[in-house]
Nanobody
Framework: QLQLVESGGGLVQPGGSLRLSCVASGLTLDHYHVGWFRQAPGKGREGVSCISKLGKTTKYADSVKGRFTLSRDNAKNTVYLQINSLKPEDSAVYYC??????????????????????WGQGTQVTVSS
């Protein structure tokens, strides 16, 4: 069964950090570009970042640039999202998604949700004092 599973979310104070993980099973993750999205209550799903299959390209939304860092360890079938300087407005469910699109430019811009073929179930991030 093809699966992406997120973990690492939790309750953190403003200014704190978290590292989210997206672990793949049943597939070879280096065949997939991986994106991270977030969805706050009552809002649409927002794309925040994308990393290409071999990690050569990363892209971040303006709202998170400089605070979020993507990396991937294909040997562990895992993509990481390091989140620093957390703000209350970062509170949301965070999802990872994968797609096998053959284009090396897939992550040149933040891809829309409909471009991804595989999704995880999400992990909650709450930023509050």
């Amino acid at each position: 069964q093809l699966q992406l599973v997120e973990s690492g979310g939790g309750l953190v104070q403003p200014g704190g950090s978290l590292r989210l993980s997206c672990v793949a099973s049943g597939l070879t993750l280096d065949h997939y570009h991986v994106g991270w999205f977030r969805q706050a209550p009552g809002k649409g799903r927002e794309g925040v970042s994308c990393i290409s299959k071999l990690g050569k390209t990363t892209k971040y939304a303006d709202s998170v640039k400089g605070r979020f860092t993507l990396s991937r360890d294909n040997a562990k079938n895992t993509v990481y999202l390091q989140i620093n300087s957390l703000k209350p407005e970062d509170s949301a469910v965070y999802y990872c998604a994968g797609d096998r699109n053959p284009s090396p430019d897939f992550c040149a811009k933040i891809p829309l949700t409909r471009r991804y073929e595989l999704w995880g179930q999400g992990t909650q991030v709450t930023v509050s004092s």
